[in-house]
Each structure stands twice: as C-alpha cells, then as structure tokens.
C-alpha cells in the first residue's frame, strides 16, 4: 500500500510539464512578425463582451482543477490526458513557428472590472498563437477525458461540460481567437483523443484475443 501510495504521489509530477511548455509558448508569443488575420464574416458578427474575461481566466483552474480530479480518480486517464496535452501543444507550438496567426483587438473603454481584467490579459499575451486555440484544445481534451471516468454522475460530467463550453465561447467574445481558431482546436482534440483512448484499446484488445488463443490452446479458457 505504501509503494503504491508513494507511486501515486510521484505521479504529480506529471504537472511539471506546463512550466516547461509554457516556456517554449512564451517564446513563441513574441513572434508576430508576417502574422496572419484568419478572421471570418461570422466573427464580425460577435459581440466584444469584456464579461467573458472572467470564465476565459477561469480557464487557468479548470484545466488544473480537473487534471488533479483525473489524478485522483482514475491514473490512467490521467496520464493520457497530459500526454494529449503534450502532444496537442507541440502540434499547436509547430503551427504557430511556420503559420503564426493574430486576431485583430477592438479598443478598450471604461474602467470596469471586466475591462482592467480583459487590458491585463491583452497587456501579456500577444495577439498571436491563435491558430489552434490552445485555450480550446485543452479544455476540449478534459471534457472528452472526463467521459472516460467511470465512477462520475450526471451532474458532475454535466457541470465539467457546461464551465468548458462557456470557457470555449469566452475565446471569442473576448477577441483572443476567431471561429477557425476554435474549429482547428476541436478537430486536432478529436485526433488526439481517438489516438489515445481508441486505438491503444484497440490494440490492447488484439493483444488479449492473441492471449488468449494461446490460452485456449493450452486448455486455459479466458475471458475477454
């Protein structure tokens, strides 16, 4: 019980990888030279909502909240949710060397709370890296890793998806991402996901059938 106590403890260091990928975002940040406007008819039609500053922030303890959730709850989903994480942002890191994106800013007015909070994310994040939204890729990668949590009810998987959904939305009432940025986002997140929790069971299947062929042969029946 101890060694597996302490093995689950060593599992957070699994956390150590977003200061690392953070590094290499932040680099990549102040590359917006030759960078390209991906903006749509659709998005001229959405509205510039300073309000949805606060469920884009919220983004920070979502994706940490729920990652220590999968930790707790179930290891494997776990370390295939960082390890799609991983993977989904280098992808999006590749993306932003050789087609760096931006999405035009609307001016900021007044001095709400909302707006100090919007002139703060806009003060330390430069309007490139949009194209996939990393923002929607990770959040969109926990909703879909949430389902893969046997022991969570309706409302528990009901809230996970709705906060993720409004935190998707807020990418583009806040004017940090356009619908491409979003669309890109969910399609990379839906490769990830089959390649990590539908072809390795896949293969994990083949492997049992093949045992237990060797099995039967044996005499030894098994249940698959």
Known sequence: MATKNRGK???????????VLGIFYGWLNLRNSEAIELSTPIDSYIPFLTVFIIPYIAWYAYLFLAIFFFWFMDRIVYWKTLLMIAAGEVICFIIYYFYQTTVPRPALEGD????????????????????????VLTTSIVMLAFLQIKKTNFFQKSLIHIIGAI??????????????????????????????????????????????????QSGVTMKL
């Not at 403890?9 to 200061?19: E, K, R, T």
């Not at 583009?172 to 991402?177: A, R």
Request: glycine share 4%.
């Open 9 to 19: 403890i060593i599992d957070l260091l699994g956390f150590a990888i977003f200061p």
């Open 167 to 216: 935190i998707i939305m807020s990418t583009l009432f806040v004017k940090q991402h356009v619908v491409y940025d979003l669309l890109g986002s969910i399609i990379l997140t839906v490769i990830l996901n089959v390649l990590f929790f539908k072809v390795q069971w896949s293969f994990a299947r083949g492997s049992n059938k093949k045992r237990a062929k060797k099995l039967q």
């Open 112 to 135: 709400s709370i909302f707006t100090t909070l919007t002139a703060l994310i806009f003060r330390n994040d430069e309007p490139v890296n949009c194209f996939p939204s990393i923002h």
